[in-house]
């Protein structure tokens, strides 16, 4: 049976990146925000007809940068942020041999729960 992801995580392993997802998503939070309001700010500029200040636009392009480069990390590791805001994350599993999402959420403790790749987090179940 061909998977459609090369990683596959026990709970055991996802668990013990959590401390380093937590800083990730917390660190891809607060880079969305400069961006938005470096983004915000470059637009008003623009609107006036000012030069656009280029510290703004440096600011601007390292906050991307930054973001780019954690999605990086996540991508790498094959691990999904479904909602970056509320800190959703969905790890590839096998579960009796079946391909699914162990999913976690910034403010659970640990991993507890599941679902089916389609399904999504309304779908998810409680991890045995």
């Not at 991307?64 to 094959?78: H, S, W, Y």
């Not at 162990?102 to 399904?119: P, S, V, Y």
């Amino acid at each position: 049976m061909k998977h459609r992801f090369q990683k596959h995580y026990t709970r055991a392993e996802a668990e013990a990146l959590l401390p380093q997802l937590r800083a990730w998503l917390a660190e891809l939070n607060r880079l969305r925000e400069d961006e938005q309001r470096h983004e915000k700010r470059l637009g008003g500029l623009n609107i006036e007809g000012q030069d656009t200040g280029g510290e703004t636009v440096n600011s601007w392009i390292r906050a991307l940068a930054g973001m780019q480069e954690i999605l990086a990390e996540f991508q790498r590791r094959e691990i999904f942020i479904k909602d970056l805001s509320r800190g959703l994350v969905d790890f590839p599993a096998l579960i009796g041999g079946k391909e699914v999402f162990l999913c976690w959420e910034a403010d659970e403790d640990k991993i507890e729960f599941w679902h089916d790749l389609e399904t999504g987090y309304d779908g998810r179940e409680r991890l045995g």
